[in-house]
């Protein structure tokens, strides 16, 4: 009737599979879970249903232009910050200066991005422990922000909007004013979220004391972004390894504090984001202000694209954590070769050390609270 | 009515009988789903179904009965065919049956048995076996998770539900809910409330929130839909079934939900008594009347579910056993010695 | 032959087939399942004798109760669920023996038995009969029965608690 | 005790909360649109199907090349001396017959990258999103203008025009070869002479010299022609449409 683990000695446990098709693996994502009863004996992720070979394709394409619409589908929840650390790589190795004007914007759009891709998190997070209605309201607001990207990219997921050294299409007049709108209609509905959400006993119940990741695991683990922050570290490579123009804003970073329970559990690294959100808030309000009205958003670079022969490394804070990529070239082209570090694929190798001991219900709150998108596991 | 029905040839009258509960749960399970999907549209600032039917897509529920209807009956390979084949109906049947003592107008009731409460409760537990025997019959691991949460939870919460329905018995003194709505009418409670067992006695208003609490268990909703929960379990012990066999399990799970509510609505709140003593009275109001307090309560628990997320499965089980249980006898013992008192 | 008749043998023929499934499925779980109609049935013939709390207290307790403890047992346990029984049981010579004897015996008894019909008492009340007779005649069983009872609450709260169970709720 | 009454009061607090919100959503108002019957206006931005104006396309095939997924296909084939085909409204002369434009919009991305390169923007996205067929086939749009007949026509023309050409050229190249050859006869002749009269020794190695260049130079010049001649038979075998060549996968 059932299959039994032949491979255990315990011959009660189950070894039960959640995914390809499940609906809060956030993706085709497979796990193997080891069952005693309902508790996790051992978790097993088989990734790889996504994968897309990005790194490869990416030194086939012939040119660096050509991988930015690539980079979009990596992970396809932040698309933004997935082309802006890309075009940041690229302007490196060829030691372009970017106008003033394209650099506050892409601040903007990312951070806005950022916005997007945490609600959309925060959203599913509530989703998988059974809340229905905060994921919907909280798409609402990403509808406005996906409706500010349209307008001026003229797409709503995959933008294919950072240039090398610019902007593909020119910002929309009223860019500012829209902007500054989302803002001032937003701030309300972050604490109509705290209410529904993040201070609802039962939410509480379900996240707090769960998944505890300590501060030390999650650094050996190379964890990073509000995985890490959650555990109680503070690092952002936004203040801690400044690009572009991080460094003239003013902002805090979020960590967590066990206010619900332990330092590092799956509340704290939902509540991050939350703040975050705040955070992010507050760099685009003071975007906004620097922001000239006037300039170019193309640089002039050259037509075709052959930096001279080296390596390099970039590493930008994307809404998941650290987004590297490592980009060889070899003067011709083509990048001799790509490789992305992508944060969800850091963050999933650590759910079997976090899972282990806790039942079915926890390991769908561990997931979603890690918030992991799987085009960016398998790229 | 029961009284034309005395008077008439045995098997029509059967036969009568039988059908009244049916037509009322099949159209209240029409009616419920498709408010179930408006309620959540309007919460989450959408419209629901808008499309079949003209105004606010009024048929969906139609539609979607004619479409299970036609479905293919996909039955697993490996499944244990007899029992994955009886389980829905058993269930629906366990539901329907529990009907026969609910008083739905001064006029009808299916049954006049002296338990009545005790009946239904008997009948109820059935539910727990057929969600069992569903999950096991479909032979998928998931299926059986649910099945047994559902079982360990529906076991459960039995009992904080007896006690709180002894709750009332003990007060009312009657185990006949036609009795027991007969003592609430009137309208003396402190001079102008109607005299309903929950402003009886302050214990009763506990023992409603208790009851109210174990009946989202019992009939598994949010934030206790654990054997069904979808983002977990997929959809539990229904995973495996689609079409025709599948609508059984739905139509079983809302007609218990509103088994449970009239009955909370019987035991609490007056039944088929208007609110207004003598206004609008009368047997076709009493229907309405008591249609309307136990409708009131479904929609209570369709916003619950929109707006909770759920409970763990230890966590639910703390709740029934750490709180709910020794609560409810607590309130059973105060509400006694109130009314030996007063 | 009345309807109460015919409601009867129909009655009493699930309670013998399905309890003949019992005995005589090769699947734990399919016995189990089919002692649910074998139980039912008994409730029905309950309520043909006008014992409907009897009734009530055999669906509520065998079928909402112990038969779901039932199935709890057979299904945690390991590969109790998935084991075949086989057909012939090595004991299968005493077995037969020991009913055929047991069979003698109740037709002896049912034969010579002196067998005293009455009519049948159409109790409308049984409730307040049983609670009466509860309260007075039986007060001592019943007490005993429930200390019972609570030793036995008791016992499976100091068994279940010597796991470590996260008390913090 | 008292823990446990607080955080039940907690719980209850927390759920009434909840429900206020999801009451107040409950009677406020919706924010969708019903699809079929209301339309969100896009804005004039949206990229949702490339669409291309061939009365401006002169062939360059620079989309065709930015494209990350070889989604377009352009074969041309350039027009005859007697044939103007005109200019774009943007001023540019066109060159070629587009005898082929294919986008397989089952394919495209919807990166935009074809866009930015066109010469003429006659490339460009439309707002029009709703184009989904139950046969992929049909998502294969063909732009180009020309009928099959005149295809074959302004190839069967290209073709002419281009043997013509490299009729020309043959004829070109074996004149210069024969007059190569008769200046070599003519300089051997002078060599002989000088031989004859003992003197002319360092010219006669020169004339050699200029010999041994010339005939390479016909033998290259026959060479171009050759290659200049042989797309135009092989090109009829790729006309098939509904396969698409996607000869940058490799």
């Known amino acids: ?379 | 009515m029961n009284e034309t029905l005395s008077s008439m040839p045995f098997l029509p009258a059967l036969l009568l009988h039988a059908a009244i509960p049916l037509t009322i749960i099949l159209v209240y399970a029409l009616v419920a789903i498709w408010a179930e999907r408006k309620v959540a549209g309007f919460i989450q600032d959408r419209l629901g179904p808008m499309r079949v039917g003209g105004w606010h897509g009024w048929a969906q529920s139609i539609a979607d009965l004619l479409k299970l209807i036609q479905k293919e009956d996909i039955i697993p390979a490996d499944a244990s065919r007899f029992w994955f084949k009886f389980a829905p109906f058993m269930m629906f049947a366990a539901s329907y049956a529990a009907f026969a003592v609910i008083p739905f107008s001064s006029g009808y009731i299916g049954s006049m048995v002296n338990i009545g409460v005790f009946y239904l409760l008997a009948v109820t537990s059935v539910l727990t076996l057929s969600v069992i025997m569903g999950g096991w019959a479909s032979n998928n691991k998931w299926s059986l998770l649910g099945a047994m949460r559902s079982a360990a939870q529906m076991v459960s919460y039995e009992v904080p539900t007896i006690a709180t329905v002894l709750t009332v018995v003990l007060v009312a003194g009657s185990l006949n809910l036609m009795e027991i709505t007969e003592l609430q009418s009137g309208n003396d409670t402190l001079g102008f409330l109607p005299n309903w067992l929950i402003f009886q006695n302050p214990f009763l208003i506990t023992a409603f929130i208790m009851f109210f609490i174990s009946i989202l268990a019992e009939s598994h909703r949010v934030p206790f839909d654990l054997p069904e929960s979808e983002s977990e379990l997929v959809a539990g012990y229904q995973t495996e079934y689609s079409g025709m066999r599948w609508a059984m399990f739905m139509l079983a799970e809302y007609a218990d939900m509103l088994l449970l509510s009239l009955l909370g609505a019987t035991l609490f709140f007056g039944g088929w008594n208007s609110p207004f003593g003598d206004f609008l009275a009368g047997p076709f109001w009493g229907f309405f009347w008591f249609m309307l307090k136990g409708l009131v309560l479904v929609f209570v628990m369709m916003w619950i579910r929109w707006t909770l997320p759920r409970y763990r499965v230890d966590q639910l089980m703390a709740i029934c056993w750490n709180i709910l249980i020794p609560l409810s006898f607590v309130n059973l013992v105060l509400a006694a010695l109130w009314e030996m008192i007063f | 032959m009345d309807l109460a008749a015919i409601l009867f043998y129909v009655f009493a023929l699930v309670t013998i087939g399905s309890a003949a499934v019992v005995v005589f499925s090769r699947n734990i779980v399919h016995a189990a399942f089919s002692l649910m109609f074998t139980l039912m049935g008994v409730a029905a013939l309950y309520v043909l004798l006008y014992a409907d709390f009897l009734a009530a207290t055999q669906l509520l307790v065998y079928v909402g109760g112990i038969l779901i403890l039932i199935l709890f047992g057979v299904m945690l346990t390991s590969q109790g669920y998935t084991l075949n029984f086989r057909e012939a049981t090595v004991n299968v010579v005493p077995a037969g023996l020991l009913s055929v004897a047991a069979a003698i015996l109740l037709i002896y008894a049912f034969s010579t038995g002196g067998w005293v019909i009455t009519e049948v008492d159409e109790r409308t009340d049984t409730v307040y009969d049983l609670g009466m007779m509860l309260m007075t005649d039986y007060l001592l069983v019943f007490i005993v029965a429930g200390v019972l009872l609570l030793v036995a609450i008791i016992g499976a709260i100091v068994m279940s608690t010597r796991l470590s169970v996260n008390t913090e709720d | 005790m008292v823990q446990a009454v607080k955080n039940s009061w907690a719980t209850f607090k927390s759920i009434f909360t909840g429900m206020g919100i999801t009451g107040r959503h409950l009677v406020g108002p919706t924010v969708t649109l019903q699809y079929p019957e209301e339309r969100a206006t896009l804005p004039k931005n949206a990229r949702a199907r490339l669409f291309v104006n061939m009365d401006d396309c002169i062939g360059c095939t620079l989309c065709a090349k930015a494209c990350p997924v070889n989604c377009i296909d352009i074969e041309t084939v350039p027009t005859t001396a007697d044939v103007d085909l005109g200019k774009t409204s943007t001023g540019n002369p066109k060159r070629f017959w587009l005898t082929r434009f294919n986008i397989d919009m089952a394919k495209c991305m919807y990166c935009d990258l074809c866009v930015h390169p066109c010469p003429t923007n006659c490339i460009y996205m439309e707002q029009e999103y709703e184009y989904s067929e139950y046969d992929r086939s049909n998502l294969l749009y063909k732009f180009s203008q020309l009928s099959p007949v005149e295809v074959d026509d302004v190839k069967a023309k290209a073709e002419a025009e281009a043997i013509q050409k490299q009729k020309e050229k043959e004829e070109k190249a074996r004149q210069k070869a024969e007059e190569a050859r008769l200046k070599k006869e003519q300089e051997a002749a002078e060599k002989a002479r000088a031989a004859d009269d003992g003197t002319g020794a360092v010219p006669a190695a020169d004339a050699a010299k200029a010999a041994g260049t010339a005939a390479p130079d016909a033998a290259d010049a026959a060479r171009v022609a050759g290659t200049a001649a042989k797309p135009a038979p092989g090109s009829p075998s790729k006309q098939d449409d509904t396969q698409n060549p996607s000869k940058g996968e490799a």
């Open chain 1, 1 to 379: 009737m059932m299959e039994l683990v032949k491979t255990g000695a315990d011959n009660h446990e189950m070894v039960i599979n959640m995914g390809p098709q499940h609906p809060s693996t956030h993706g085709v994502l497979r796990l193997e879970l080891v069952l005693d009863g309902e508790l996790i004996k051992e978790v097993r992720p088989n990734i790889g249903y996504l994968h897309r070979c990005f790194e490869k394709y990416a030194e086939e394409l012939q040119d660096y232009a050509k991988v930015i619409p690539y980079t979009d589908r990596m992970d396809y929840v932040s698309a933004m910050n997935q082309e802006h650390g890309y075009v940041i790589a690229i302007e490196r190795l060829l030691e372009l200066e970017v106008p003033e004007r394209v650099e506050y914007a892409r601040v903007i759009l990312v951070e806005l991005q950022r916005i997007a891709s945490h609600l959309l998190g925060i959203g599913a997070f509530g989703l998988d422990l059974g809340a229905f209605s905060p994921f919907l309201y909280l798409f609402t607001e990403r509808e406005k922000i996906l409706d500010i990207f349209e307008k001026n990219s003229g797409a709503r997921l995959l933008y294919n909007y950072f240039a090398v050294a610019g902007l593909m299409r020119p910002l929309q007049d009223d860019f500012k004013g829209d902007v500054a709108d989302f803002v001032t209609s937003f701030r309300p509905k972050i604490k109509e979220l705290e209410d529904l959400l993040s201070y609802n006993r039962i939410f509480v119940k379900r996240t707090a004391n769960i998944g505890v990741l300590p501060a030390k695991v999650a650094l050996n683990y190379a964890a990073s972004g509000p995985v890490l922050r959650g555990s109680g570290v503070a690092w952002d490579l936004r203040k801690n390894d400044p690009y572009s123009i991080y460094d003239r804003f003013d902002f805090d970073i979020p960590v967590g504090t066990g206010e619900m329970g332990t330092v590092g559990d799956c509340w704290d690294r939902y509540h991050v984001r939350v703040l975050e959100m705040e955070q992010s808030l507050r760099i685009i309000e003071q975007a906004l202000e620097g922001m000239p009205d006037e300039g170019d958003v193309m640089a002039a670079i050259p037509k075709r694209i052959r930096p001279k022969d080296g390596e390099l490394y970039v590493r930008t804070e994307s809404p998941r954590g650290e987004l590297g990529y490592f980009i060889s070239s070899d003067k011709s082209a083509a990048p001799f070769r790509i490789k992305a570090r992508a944060p969800s694929f850091v963050h999933l190798s650590m759910l079997p050390a976090i899972s282990k001991g806790a039942l079915i219900a926890d390991v769908v709150a561990i997931v979603g609270s890690i918030d992991i998108v799987l085009g960016e596991v398998d790229r």
